[in-house]
């Protein structure tokens, strides 16, 4: 099972970029699957989710700025973002994960830095 994320780099505050996070070994659709982050000195945050009916929810700092979607032909996730500001600073990870039984098994990209300048 792999999962890789990709998209992020250095923007400059209100620039956008798009994350994505491609899988391979497991079929994002049978999964929960969520956008993380963690910026220094700070815990991990879960910014944005998406369930199977595509029902989506975010962090109240991702709100009207972050956008997920899965694309289920590419078993790849995305999370579009917009209106940057710096504290959108952080290392970005996509994890799926699944309840089996009494078994939790969880997947997690290697993260991908977003850093965004005042």
């Known amino acids: 099972v792999q999962l890789v994320e990709s998209g992020g780099g250095l923007v400059q505050t209100g620039g956008s970029l798009r994350l994505s996070c491609a899988a391979s070994?497991?079929?994002?659709?049978?999964?929960?699957i969520g956008w993380f982050r963690q910026a220094p000195g700070k815990e991990h945050e879960l910014v944005a989710t998406?369930?199977?009916?595509?029902?989506?929810n975010y962090a109240d700092s991702a709100k009207g700025r972050f956008t997920i979607s899965r694309d289920n032909a590419k078993n790849t996730l995305y999370l579009h973002m917009n209106s940057l500001k710096p504290e959108d600073t952080a290392v970005y990870y996509c994890?799926?994960?699944?309840?089996?039984?009494?078994?939790?098994?969880?997947?997690w990209g290697q993260g991908t830095q977003v850093t965004v300048s005042s």
């Open positions: 994890m799926a994960g699944v309840i089996a039984g009494l078994t939790v098994y969880e997947y």
């Open positions: 070994g497991l079929t994002l659709y049978d999964y929960a």
């Open positions: 998406i369930t199977r009916d595509d029902s989506t």
